[in-house]
Nanobody, 130 residues
Framework: QVQLVESGGGLVQAGGSLRLSCAAS????????MGWFRQAPGKEREFVGS????????QYGDSVKGRFAVSRDNAANTMYLQMNSLKPEDTAVYYC???????????????????????WGQGTQVTVSS
């Protein structure tokens, strides 16, 4: 099964930028989809963005559109989350997730819930100060 390890979290000032990485190891598939979720204290885990590995297609949650970008490095089996114009409300634990169920674009575009993903990393803390 796929193992996921996040890195790159930390403390950043409002308006700043940060890049998270998620390295995948173990068995992967051509239908791989990888995504980012975040969870702030007292709130449900929220969809941030995801990428369909074969095509590079991406999608984003409404709260981060225009500020965050998901990308991939095929050779390194690594997904990135570039976060710009960070706000205090972006403070959360950010989780990497993966599934092998992205065989079509129509399937991929509906994968915006935690139940859509079968593998999870341990999370990395992002704190944005005022």
């Amino acid at each position: 099964q796929v193992q996921l390890v996040e890195s790159g979290g930390g403390l950043v000032q409002a308006g700043g930028s940060l890049r998270l990485s998620c390295a995948a190891s173990g068995r992967t598939f051509r239908s791989l989809v990888m995504g980012w979720f975040r969870q702030a204290p007292g709130k449900e885990r929220e969809f941030v963005g995801s990428i369909r590995w074969s095509s590079g297609s991406t999608q984003y949650g409404d709260s981060v559109k225009g500020r965050f970008a998901v990308s991939r490095d095929n050779a390194a089996n690594t997904m990135y989350l570039q976060m710009n114009s960070l706000k205090p409300e972006d403070t959360a634990v950010y989780y990497c997730a993966a599934t092998d169920d992205g065989r079509s674009w129509s399937t991929f575009i509906q994968m915006t819930t935690t139940g859509s993903f079968t593998s999870w990393g341990q999370g990395t803390q992002v704190t944005v100060s005022s």
